[in-house]
């Protein structure tokens, strides 16, 4: 923390009224300070890497890049700024794929007026903040485990090949693509190819409902 007393924080949600709770939230407390307010997973990216911030708080579901693609991105590219998933769905699926991206926490927003300051402060100290139902979920997962050889599903795309198919979902061009995750646009035609290949599929209206499937995108 660029202070000792105080955990700087930014806020990532793309519904303003929500941000501008959970700034209400956070800014009761002395020790904790919201510095950076996004409204989508890429703009959260790029203001973390630029802004003096300790804890990146994102929305799972945003445009561009979810919260989950962004705490990847964050944790890839500036591992010293923790995150925290806030999602509105009790959902298994979003709790494990934020764990795997870096995230040290899951807080639903239904209880983030009790539950937000007490998963912040536990993330500054290294602790993992776990709700609940997501803890009873971690612990039937490992029993299924231990009983069974059988293991989920692997998604069969890598976090790159999920960024571009949550933009084709939300009807960007691939010139369009290649700006927001700065990559040639060929790069994106490649990366499009090799998707539709890997999960035999043969156009956007296909992965679309792929991405919405995979909770990429909101239906």
Do not use: C, W
């Not at 020790?31 to 994102?58: I, K, M, N, P, Q």
């Amino acid at each position: 923390m660029t202070e000792a007393s105080t955990t700087r924080i930014l806020l990532a949600d793309d519904h303003a009224l929500v941000r501008h709770g959970l700034h209400l939230i956070l800014e009761r407390q002395p020790d904790l300070s919201v510095v950076a307010e996004a409204s989508d997973g890429a703009e959260a990216v790029e203001l973390t890497l630029r802004e003096d911030v300790d804890l990146a708080v994102l929305d799972v579901t945003m445009p561009r890049m979810t919260g989950i693609q962004a705490a990847r991105e964050i944790s890839n590219r500036r591992p010293a700024v923790k995150t925290l998933i806030l999602s509105m769905h009790d959902n298994e699926q979003y709790f494990f794929e934020a764990l795997k991206a870096g995230a040290s926490g899951y807080v639903l927003k239904s209880v983030a007026d009790r539950e937000l300051v007490e998963a912040v402060r536990a993330t500054m100290r290294g602790e993992p903040f776990i709700h609940s139902g997501a803890l009873k979920a971690l612990i039937r997962r490992q029993l299924e485990r231990t009983e069974s050889r059988d293991q989920p599903a692997a998604d069969p795309l890598t976090p790159r090949e999920s960024e571009v198919v949550k933009l084709v979902a939300e009807g960007y061009t691939s010139k369009e693509i290649g700006a927001v995750l700065h990559i040639a646009e060929k790069t994106v035609e490649r990366h499009r190819e090799n998707i539709l290949a890997k999960l035999g599929m043969r156009d956007r209206v296909e992965l679309t409902r792929y991405a919405i499937r995979r909770g990429l995108v909101e239906p």
